[in-house]
């Protein structure tokens, strides 16, 4: 499948305007709340405890709960869009500070690294699965971030687990632990089901030609479509 992307940042307006289901989430507002001592010992700074506060107090009035990315949004949270045309958007990646994901909380890889850019979530068109779409996304928000005050981009994933049944793990859109792996992260704190993995931008930065190489995997991935046989000459999965 032949596939040409337009990525490129959304904002408020444009969540009502292209219709994005995932406007009223509340997945990483929605946590248990613990005790304001427990949470404060937890934090990484001050300044960002308060913060964080603060935006978890906006996304629980009534009249923002409909609109909960909306609110992200405005307090300084991305969602780059992937369009196959100008209207059809076939993914998503959510990013931002880390205090704009209070959920964060209930992890026991809490807290990420204060000068990481934190994404939340991944979410791609089922039929448009295995197709490079999440790579070049996270492409786009790596090649934002590099020169900016930012050291590192980090992300909590998701590992298969006896705990999900398969709806389940689909329907939670945390990248998986694989994809971020083969994109150049490691994990920097382990956990059996939701580890927090890191990729430094100064390793990027010193590889330019992961860019360059990920094209070029999705050249090739055009070229096998065309000719099965070449795919016995690369001698290579698919």
């Not at 596939?3 to 444009?14: A, E, T, Y």
């Not at 913060?51 to 300084?76: C, D, R, V, W």
């Not at 430094?200 to 099965?228: R, W």
Request: proline share 4%.
């Amino acid at each position: 499948m032949d596939i040409k992307l337009k990525i490129r940042n959304l904002g408020p307006g444009d969540l009502k305007k292209y219709k994005i289901e995932c406007s009223s989430c509340s997945y990483w507002t929605n946590y248990d709340k613990k005790t304001f001592l427990n949470e404060l010992k937890n934090c990484n700074a001050l300044i960002d405890f308060f913060k964080s506060k603060i935006f978890e107090f906006k996304t629980e009035e009534k009249n923002i709960k409909k609109n909960i990315m909306e609110a992200f949004l405005k307090s300084g949270g991305f969602i780059k869009a992937a369009f196959q045309n100008e209207n059809k958007i076939i993914g998503l990646i959510v990013y931002g500070n880390y205090i704009l994901f209070p959920r964060l909380k209930e992890f026991d890889v809490f807290p990420p690294d204060r000068e990481s850019i934190f994404i939340g979530c991944i979410m791609i068109e089922p039929e448009y699965l295995h197709l490079g779409i999440g790579g070049r996304l996270l492409i786009e928000v790596e090649k934002e971030v590099m020169g900016k005050s930012y050291k590192s981009i980090e992300s909590i994933a998701k590992r298969i687990n006896d705990d999900f049944s398969d709806e389940q793990y689909r329907s939670l859109h945390l990248p998986e632990v694989k994809f971020l792996v083969k994109n150049g992260f490691f994990i920097k704190k382990n956990d059996n089901m939701f580890p927090l993995l890191r990729i430094d931008l100064k390793s990027i930065e010193k590889n330019p030609s992961k860019i360059e190489s990920f094209f070029a995997k999705l050249f090739l991935k055009k070229e096998l479509s065309k000719n099965p046989l070449a795919e016995i000459r690369t001698n290579k999965k698919p």
